[in-house]
């Protein structure tokens, strides 16, 4: 039975690498019919935090990586929070002591008696990586104020919640084999592991906490990026599933999954990428889909939704302009509002033309007359003002637009009349013959 584990130390957001991390476990776990663990590894009471901890469970969440044990799932192996697992490792200490492998300094720090034998990783990804025996000093598992060391509990960890396989990012390889000396210490079969390589910039440099797509909440979650998305980009990030397209749905992607193509040279992060995924799977959502996942960057922006079906309609007129869900606002504010800023660009083009007005009044006349109200009727209505005034309907489209959005480009001018209704068209129309 296969089991894996996510396990972040809450020091702050979860980084993209972090989620990358718990992505490929729970692929795993997923394809295999495995259990997939978070396990909170909080043992540096100085660095760790409450906050972070949460803060890494909602980036989870976000993601759609749900966990079979773990914080709020419950399970067999708890607790699952290491803070709360010291009598475990006192135990796990008294058996090393009681074998003779380790000893103790003045200073009251325990040390672990390294078996200074050459030690080979049998890697998933970067293949049997040997270290030959070690010439560092002795490693300290707990330190003189209690507090165990890292390697320690996350290799009792692992051994206490029955690790089958360990995907983790590369920088734990150059000190796996402390973690392999360790399991042979306590008479344990090591997990597998699989290193997976690290996610740069684009431009090869490491990534940092401050760089563009690095925290799943700021970049991501508040950056108008949808889950599936972020998911589907992610798994890219250091694998090629073996399928003709990029974009490939959770159950696909599962399906797919096969450590042994991970990569074992490192990742570049391509943000215009990851919005390319993002457009992808925005123009599959339903109008109501959509407008779910779109009303809180509305709201953010001020934009007072008082009818949830207009609201919706307008959103999804956009969807095949945006990228991501905080470029809606943008396009769509002035279906909201009836006070919205005409572009500079706009203004010029109006009243680039003294007939304009004119174009703009006679459509109005046309607008007017319509008993009902549908794009159909509008569209007929601005085909008759055209052809009274012996102009082509294509020139008084744009102009239309111009009033009754202020902006030059969105969605066609009959949703946009049809969706903000009859006397709000009329009332636009007039305001920009007065500018
Ligand atoms: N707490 C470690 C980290 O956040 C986990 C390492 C591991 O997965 O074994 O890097």
Same mark, same amino acid.
């Given at each position: 039975m296969i089991?894996?584990?996510?396990?972040?130390?809450?020091t702050?957001?979860l980084?993209?690498?972090?989620?990358?991390?718990?992505?490929?476990?729970?692929l795993?776990?997923?394809?295999f019919?495995g259990?997939?663990i978070?396990?909170?590894?909080?043992?540096?009471g100085?660095r760790?935090t409450?906050?972070a901890?949460q803060?890494?469970l909602?980036?989870?969440r976000?993601?759609?990586?749900d966990w079979d044990?773990?914080p709020?799932?419950?399970?067999?192996?708890?607790p699952?929070?290491?803070?709360?697992?010291?009598?475990?490792?006192?135990?796990?200490?008294?058996?090393?002591?009681?074998d003779?492998r380790?000893y103790?300094e003045?200073?009251?720090?325990?040390?672990?008696?390294?078996?200074?034998?050459a030690?080979t990783?049998n890697?998933?990804?970067?293949?049997?990586?040997?270290f030959?025996?070690?010439?560092?000093p002795?490693?300290?598992?707990?330190?003189p104020?209690?507090s165990y060391?890292?390697?320690?509990?996350?290799?009792?960890?692992d051994i206490e919640?029955?690790?089958?396989?360990v995907?983790r990012?590369?920088?734990?390889l150059?000190n796996?084999?402390?973690?392999?000396?360790?399991?042979?210490?306590?008479?344990?079969?090591?997990?597998? =592991?699989a290193h997976?390589?690290l996610?740069?910039?684009?431009?090869?440099?490491k990534?940092s906490?401050?760089?563009e797509?690095?925290?799943?909440?700021?970049?991501y979650?508040?950056g108008?990026?949808?889950?599936?998305?972020?998911?589907? =980009?992610?798994?890219?990030?250091g694998?090629?599933?073996?399928?003709?397209?990029?974009?490939l749905?959770?159950e696909a992607?599962?399906?797919?999954?096969e450590?042994?193509?991970?990569?074992s040279?490192?990742?570049r992060?391509?943000?215009?990428?990851c919005?390319?995924?993002n457009?992808q799977?925005?123009r599959?959502?339903?109008p109501?889909?959509?407008f779910a996942?779109?009303?809180?960057?509305?709201?953010?922006?001020?934009?007072?939704?008082?009818?949830e079906?207009?609201?919706?309609?307008?959103? =999804?007129?956009?969807k095949e302009k945006?990228?991501?869900?905080?470029?809606?606002?943008s396009?769509?504010?002035?279906?909201?509002r009836?006070? =919205?800023?005409?572009?500079?660009?706009v203004?010029?083009k109006?009243?680039?033309?003294p007939?304009?007005?004119?174009l703009?009044?006679?459509?109005?006349?046309?607008?007017a007359?319509?008993?009902?109200w549908?794009e159909?009727s509008v569209?007929?209505?601005?085909?008759?003002a055209?052809?009274?005034?012996s102009?082509?309907?294509?020139?008084?489209?744009?102009?239309?637009?111009?009033?009754?959005?202020g902006?030059?480009r969105?969605?066609?001018?009959t949703?946009?009349?049809h969706?903000?209704?009859?006397?709000?068209t009329?009332?636009?129309?007039?305001r920009?013959?007065?500018l």
């Amino acid at each position: 039975m296969i089991r894996v584990r996510f396990a972040p130390s809450p020091t702050g957001d979860l980084h993209v690498g972090g989620g990358r991390t718990a992505l490929f476990n729970w692929l795993f776990a997923r394809k295999f019919g495995g259990t997939f663990i978070l396990r909170i590894e909080d043992t540096d009471g100085a660095r760790n935090t409450e906050e972070a901890a949460q803060g890494i469970l909602k980036g989870l969440r976000w993601m759609g990586l749900d966990w079979d044990e773990g914080p709020d799932a419950g399970g067999s192996y708890g607790p699952y929070f290491q803070s709360q697992r010291k009598s475990i490792y006192d135990a796990y200490l008294a058996r090393l002591e009681a074998d003779g492998r380790t000893y103790v300094e003045d200073n009251g720090a325990v040390r672990f008696k390294f078996s200074r034998t050459a030690i080979t990783v049998n890697d998933l990804v970067c293949g049997d990586v040997t270290f030959a025996p070690t010439e560092e000093p002795d490693m300290t598992l707990r330190r003189p104020d209690g507090s165990y060391i890292f390697h320690f509990v996350n290799v009792v960890d692992d051994i206490e919640m029955k690790m089958t396989h360990v995907f983790r990012g590369e920088d734990h390889l150059s000190n796996t084999w402390k973690h392999i000396d360790l399991f042979n210490a306590f008479g344990a079969t090591p997990p597998t =592991y699989a290193h997976i390589p690290l996610i740069l910039n684009s431009d090869g440099s490491k990534m940092s906490k401050r760089d563009e797509g690095s925290a799943i909440e700021k970049s991501y979650m508040n950056g108008g990026f949808l889950p599936d998305a972020v998911f589907n =980009y992610l798994c890219m990030l250091g694998w090629t599933p073996r399928a003709d397209v990029e974009k490939l749905s959770r159950e696909a992607l599962v399906a797919l999954f096969e450590p042994s193509e991970i990569h074992s040279s490192n990742a570049r992060f391509d943000m215009a990428k990851c919005s390319w995924f993002n457009a992808q799977y925005l123009r599959e959502l339903s109008p109501e889909a959509l407008f779910a996942v779109a009303r809180p960057f509305l709201e953010k922006e001020g934009l007072v939704i008082t009818d949830e079906a207009v609201a919706a309609a307008a959103v =999804y007129s956009v969807k095949e302009k945006v990228s991501l869900l905080t470029e809606i606002p943008s396009w769509v504010h002035y279906f909201f509002r009836e006070d =919205y800023v005409f572009e500079a660009d706009v203004v010029t083009k109006l009243k680039a033309k003294p007939e304009n007005v004119a174009l703009l009044q006679a459509a109005a006349s046309a607008l007017a007359t319509q008993t009902e109200w549908t794009e159909a009727s509008v569209q007929t209505a601005v085909e008759e003002a055209a052809k009274t005034l012996s102009v082509k309907p294509g020139a008084l489209m744009p102009l239309l637009r111009f009033a009754l959005s202020g902006q030059s480009r969105g969605p066609g001018v009959t949703t946009i009349a049809h969706l903000i209704g009859q006397a709000s068209t009329l009332k636009r129309i007039e305001r920009a013959t007065a500018l």
